[in-house]
C-alpha cells in the first residue's frame, strides 16, 4: 500500500527527469516515510539504494553499487574514485548522518566531488537523513560545505487525516479521530494499528515488547544526548501547560531558564511556538504546543504510567476516561485541515488566506480565519462533542462575543462551528459541520 505523497513524487520525477545533475536533500522525522517515498519514485528507474550504516561504509557501499555498475569493483576505495564510476546514475543515501558520524570529512569531500565531478553530469545523487538536527546544521546550513550544492530540498510531514480512510477503510470517521490522537499521520504508527483500535491499544500496552516503551526514547536518541529535562518539559505541555510560565510551574522546581530547552525542541519540531494569529510571530504571548500527536499521546499516558504499564497493573481505561479531553485538542487540529480543504475548493464564503488560533487575557477563540486583503473573518468553534440545537446555539452566542473583543471592528464576520455530531445543520446564524461532512 502507498498513499498519498502525490506533490512530492511529482517533485522527485521532475528532478529524476531533469537532463542535469541534481543533489536532493530528503528528510524528516523517524518513521514518518523517507525511505518508502525516495524508493517509490525510483521504482522504475535503475538506481542504487545504500543505507548507511554506523561503520564501514565505503566498503559497504561498493559492494551495493558493484550491482549496478560492476565496473566498481576496480575503484579505490574513496568516495571520490566511487563517484567517478558512476557518473549520471540515480544515487540514494539513506541515513547520511550515518556517514558523517563516521568521518565528517564526508561533508567535505560531497562538496568536492559535487563541483568537480558531478556537476556537469546527469547524474541524480539523493540523500536522506531523519536526525533533523544534523540535518540542517551539517546538510542543509549556510555553514555546510554542502550548502548551494542542494538544487532542491523535501521536508516529508505527517499525511493528513483525511489519508487515515485509506488505511483503514471500514473505520468511521469517529473511530478515526481517535486513531489520529495516537498515531498522527505517521505511517508507521498507522501500519501498527488494528481495528478496533481500543482493542488494538489494549494488547499493544500489554505487551513486554511494546514499541510504545522504547519509540520516544529512541526518537530522542537521535536528537538529544540528555533528554531528561526535554522529556519533562514534554510531559508539562502534553498536560496542558502551553505558556513558559506553566511550564515552569509544572516542573516544580525554580528551573534556570527553559528557553535554551525549548528553542532545542522546536528546532528538531518537537514542538511549535504558536503566537495569537492577529499577532506577528514575534509576539510575546507565544505558546508551546506538542507537534505530533504520537508525541502528546505518549507523554500523557505512557510516560507518567511506565512503571504500572512495566509491572502490568496499568489499566487502559484510565486512558478512555480522559480521552475525549484529549481529543478536544486534536479534533482542532482535524477541523483546521477540513477548512483548509473546504477552502481549496472554494467551499466557504470568502477565501481566507490564514489560520490559527487566538487568545487574549482569558478569553480563547479555537480558530480565525482571515483574508486581510478584503477584510474578512470567519471564526470557529471546535467541539468534540454531540451537540443538540441548544448547545449549538449557546456556543455561537459565545462565539460572537468573542468574535468583538479580537479587535477586527471593521472586518465582514462569518461564524463556524466544527463538532464531532451536530443535531440540525440548520441555523441562519453560523455554518456548521461535523464529521458527516468529512466524506
Ligand atoms: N506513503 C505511505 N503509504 C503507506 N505506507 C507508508 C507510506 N510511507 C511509509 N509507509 C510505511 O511506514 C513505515 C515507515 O516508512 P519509512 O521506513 O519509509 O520511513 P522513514 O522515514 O524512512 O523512517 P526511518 O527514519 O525510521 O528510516 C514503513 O513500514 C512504510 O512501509
Ligand atoms: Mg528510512
Not at 121 to 128: A, R
Amino acid at each position: 500500500m502507498f498513499v498519498d505523497r502525490e506533490e512530492e513524487l511529482k517533485a522527485l520525477n521532475e528532478k529524476l527527469d531533469s537532463n542535469n545533475f541534481e543533489f536532493i536533500v530528503i528528510y524528516g522525522r523517524r518513521r514518518i516515510g523517507k525511505t518508502k517515498l525516495a524508493l517509490k519514485s525510483v521504482e522504475n528507474r535503475e538506481h542504487i539504494y545504500y543505507l548507511a550504516v554506523e561503520g564501514d561504509n565505503l566498503k559497504h557501499f561498493k559492494r551495493y553499487a558493484s550491482k549496478v555498475e560492476p565496473t566498481i569493483e576496480y575503484a579505490k576505495e574513496d568516495w571520490e574514485a566511487y563517484f567517478n564510476f558512476l557518473k549520471d546514475k540515480i544515487i540514494i543515501i539513506d541515513e547520511f548522518p550515518n556517514l558523517i558520524k563516521e568521518n565528517p570529512n564526508v561533508l567535505s569531500l560531497f562538496q568536492r566531488i559535487v563541483d568537480i565531478h558531478l556537476k556537469n553530469t546527469k547524474t541524480k545523487l539523493i540523500i536522506l537523513g531523519s536526525s533533523i538536527s544534523m540535518m540542517g546544521e551539517k546538510v542543509l546550513s549556510y555553514k555546510s560545505p554542502l550548502y548551494g550544492r542542494k538544487t532542491g530540498v523535501l521536508k516529508i510531514k505527517p499525511l493528513k487525516f483525511k489519508h487515515l480512510k485509506e488505511f483503514f477503510p471500514k473505520a468511521i470517521w469517529e473511530e478515526l479521530v481517535e486513531i489520529y490522537g495516537f498515531a498522527d499521520g505517521i505511517p508507521y504508527y498507522l501500519e501498527k494499528v488494528k481495528l478496533p483500535f481500543w482493542d488494538y491499544l489494549d494488547k499493544e500496552i500489554k505487551r513486554v515488547d511494546s514499541f510504545l516503551r522504547y519509540e520516544v526514547d529512541f526518537l530522542m536518541k537521535y536528537e538529544f544526548e540528555e533528554p531528561t529535562t526535554y522529556k519533562k518539559i514534554l510531559e508539562a505541555i502534553a498536560f496542558g501547560n502551553h505558556t513558559l510560565g506553566e511550564i515552569k510551574n509544572y516542573l516544580g522546581f525554580k528551573h534556570s531558564d527553559l528557553t535554551p530547552y525549548l528553542k532545542n525542541l522546536i528546532e528538531v519540531e518537537f514542538i511549535e511556538r504558536q503566537t495569537p494569529i492577529t499577532e506577528s510571530v514575534k509576539s510575546k504571548k507565544g505558546r508551546y504546543y506538542i507537534k505530533d500527536n504520537f508525541i502528546a499521546f505518549y507523554f500523557r499516558y505512557i510516560f507518567p504510567n511506565l512503571s504500572a504499564i512495566e509491572e502490568g497493573i496499568f489499566d487502559i481505561e484510565e486512558i478512555k476516561a480522559d480521552y475525549n479531553q484529549y481529543l478536544g485538542f486534536v479534533f482542532e487540529k482535524v477541523a483546521k485541515e477540513f477548512l483548509i480543504e473546504l477552502n481549496k475548493m472554494n467551499k466557504l464564503p470568502f477565501k481566507f488566506l490564514k489560520i490559527g488560533r487566538w487568545w487574549h487575557r482569558g478569553e480563547e477563540i479555537d480558530l480565525i480565519a482571515l483574508n486581510d486583503n478584503d477584510k474578512k473573518a470567519l471564526f470557529v468553534e471546535v467541539k468534540w462533542k454531540d451537540l443538540k440545537d441548544r448547545d449549538v446555539k449557546k456556543i455561537y452566542r459565545d462565539l460572537y462575543r468573542k468574535s468583538k473583543l479580537v479587535g477586527l471592528d471593521d472586518y465582514e464576520k462569518y461564524y463556524a462551528i466544527v463538532g464531532k455530531k451536530i443535531e440540525s445543520k440548520e441555523n441562519g446564524d453560523c455554518l456548521l459541520f461535523d464529521l458527516e461532512d468529512f466524506s
